[in-house]
């Protein structure tokens, strides 16, 4: 049986802070952690604030990965795994690993406003790697690959107006992002220089 992925915003709300999972949403006034910064249930706002332990902090950051990413747990532990028996920093490997998922690699491109969206618009078939279509969110893109849409996917609902949202948008230093081509191209293994997670805390939640 797959694990249950809840409620967006109830997500964020039991992190105790935006896991940004809604895309422009969270940066607007709608956004329910704006009014209900407390966990979600009916006891939520009054609940007493105890000291977390170290493995209650590693569990926490752990569950918070999971949902930015949108994994399950057999998922995510394989990742983790895959991490831990490679050679190098296992903390930069393990973001290797995330961030090079195709959903990711759309997300960061800024060919969708969430890794929610990405998910479903790759899930579709609306992209290729290479030139050939992909459908599958989990592939792993590497260094040199070219991820685009496909020319039927132009014209399909949220496409619109693209190109002149990607020649205003930021990007990774990783990802080279073409606005004219509606393409993208994996510069090198993909990094985060500021993670708002810490890869270390999960690692040693893991090698418990």
């Known amino acids: 049986m797959s694990e249950k992925i809840n409620s967006k915003c109830a997500q964020c709300r039991r992190a105790g802070e935006k ?10 006034p709608k956004c329910p952690m704006n009014k209900r910064n407390y ?7 009054n609940q007493k604030r105890t000291k977390m332990s170290g ?7 752990k569950q918070k990965v999971k949902r930015v990413y949108g994994l399950i747990e057999r998922q995510f532990a394989n990742y983790v795994a895959e991490a831990s028996n490679k050679v190098g920093d296992t903390s930069k490997l393990l973001i290797a ?17 969430s ?8 899930t ?23 991820v685009a849409i496909k020319e039927l996917a ?10 002149e949202r990607l020649a ?12 004219k081509t509606l393409s993208a191209k994996v510069l090198n293994a993909p990094v985060l220089e500021n993670p708002n997670f810490n890869p270390a805390s999960i690692i040693e939640f893991y090698s418990r």
């Open 97 to 113: 690993c995330l961030e090079s998922r195709l959903d990711n690699v759309v997300f960061r491109a800024g060919f969708a406003k």
């Open 154 to 163: 132009k014209n399909k609902k949220g496409m619109q107006g693209l190109e």
């Open 39 to 45: 966990p979600p249930g009916m006891h939520g706002p």
């Open 168 to 179: 205003k948008a930021e990007y990774p230093s990783w990802i080279s992002t073409d606005a």
């Open 124 to 146: 579709h078939g609306h992209f290729t790697v290479n030139g050939r279509k992909v459908d599958i969110p989990s592939y792993r893109v590497k260094s040199g690959d070219v």
């Open 115 to 122: 890794r929610l969206t990405a998910r479903q618009l790759v």
């Open 55 to 61: 493995y209650g902090r590693q569990l926490k950051e």
């Open 19 to 28: 896991l940004m999972l809604k895309g422009e949403k969270c940066l607007s």
